[in-house]
Nanobody, 121 residues
């Protein structure tokens, strides 16, 4: 099993940056692909980024490509999401997930509780 705890969310002005962290516990973290998803009120959960367990494969949603970057440190059992050039439409609860690499929530068996990101205009 993998337990996930996100941190780093908050309120930021448009154009600013935030870095989200997801700390994992459990023996299988280093063998798990990791993903970030987000969900705004009244909307479906949206794929943001994913990274394979060796960091050899990364993938990004179209709306964040070129602005966000995902990376992981297996020695620290942590995955990060660097978010730059933030826009008001990036406002959402951001979730970390562990499982098989892919763009759909069904690929991921384990989820964190989420962290709120709010971007003001």
């Amino acid at each position: 099993q993998v337990q996930l705890v996100e941190s780093g969310g908050g309120l930021v002005q448009a154009g600013g940056s935030l870095r989200l962290s997801c700390a994992a516990s459990g023996r299988t973290f280093s063998r798990s692909s990791m993903g970030w998803f987000r969900q705004a009120p009244g909307k479906e959960r949206e794929f943001v980024a994913s990274i394979s367990w060796r960091s050899s494969i990364t993938d990004y949603g179209e709306s964040v490509k070129g602005r966000f970057a995902i990376n992981r440190d297996n020695a620290k059992n942590t995955v990060y999401l660097q978010m730059n050039s933030l826009k008001p439409e990036d406002t959402a609860v951001y979730y970390c997930a562990a499982g098989s690499i892919g763009r759909t929530p069904a690929n991921y068996a384990y989820w964190g509780q989420g962290t709120q990101v709010t971007v003001s205009s």
